[in-house]
């Protein structure tokens, strides 16, 4: 049985919605007979269209935030609505920074649990069942709220397919207010940094080289961002030469990095250790380098080179550089 109504938490960001939100909205498409989105920026009838195209038959705008954080004032517009309006039977934030602080906020609001790192939702007798991946994707758990609505869920990037809506809506704007936001709202955002790159995003791109310690010296990673390049793909790494400062966090795969969803996944030096798996096997084809037969990463490798990755990366971008 589906559910009733579905609120999902929509960032933007340079003008364009978040593919994690675009995500949450094709699920919640399917999980209820209405799809609602939330969101915030300074220009509310340029949302309506991104958001229309994924299924929301309304939006709510909580106005331009004038350089603040939007977690405290989000999470007070949500509230505010919830109060007005009645409670939505779910609500869907995706796993970024200011989701999260979203979510948290939310919580203390509405004084209702928040489910987090949820990876699948199933529409179960009325009410929606969690999935959740656990230590480090070893094990599955599955959650359902038992209180009242709205139940809450955090759920984690490229969990879901993004596939806009067989017929678009024009979702009415409506705006929600806050209300006073007293201490709490007194944070600004003084600065933004960007990271800088050339090719797609990482957790966007088609296709992902990544490199792990077994390229010997950071020197070597310079191998990882030709490869990327010649095949029009993103970087990637394992926490372990992130650790080593080798290239920055923003390159990081895994449990606690970015789960990407190439087609094609290619794992350089990289043991396949769970942390890092858990960030990459939904790849559609995983090819794996390593010098040692016996290294995990193989386990769900489609293509498997047994070699040195000294020796096989050069002559891969040879090969590349040839047919280009
Ligand atoms: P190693 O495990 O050291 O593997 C290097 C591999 O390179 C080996 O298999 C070796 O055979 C091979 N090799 C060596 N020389 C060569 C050569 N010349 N040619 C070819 N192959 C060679 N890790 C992540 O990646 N992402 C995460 O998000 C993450 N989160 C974590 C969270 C927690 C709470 C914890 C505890 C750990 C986390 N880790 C994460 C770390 C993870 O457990 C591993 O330590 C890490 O993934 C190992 O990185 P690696 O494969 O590059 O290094």
Redesign the pocket.
Known sequence: MALNRILVVAEFFAGAPLAASLELLTKARQLADTVEAVTWGDDPQSVAAPLGAYGARRVYHAGELGGKLPGVPVAAAIAALVQSDGAPDAILIPTTYDGRDIAGRLSARLDRSVLTNVVDLVADDGALVSEHAIF?GTEILNARFTGPAPAIFVVRSKSFAAEEADEATTPEVIAVTPGELGAADTATITERHVEERTGPKLDEAAVVVS??????EAGRYQLIEELARLLHGAPG???????AGWVPYAY??????KTVKPTVYL??????????M??MKGAKHIIA????AE???FSIADLGIV??????LPKLVEALKARS
Do not use: E, M
Request: hydrophobic fraction near 35%.
């Open positions: 480090g490199g792990g310690r077994g390229l010997g790494a394992s926490r372990a030469i992130v650790d990081q795969v895994g449990q606690t990095g794992a350089a030096g990289i043991s396949g250790a769970t942390q890092h858990v960030g380098i390593n010098k040692d290294a995990p990463i070699g040195d990755v000294q020796k096989v």
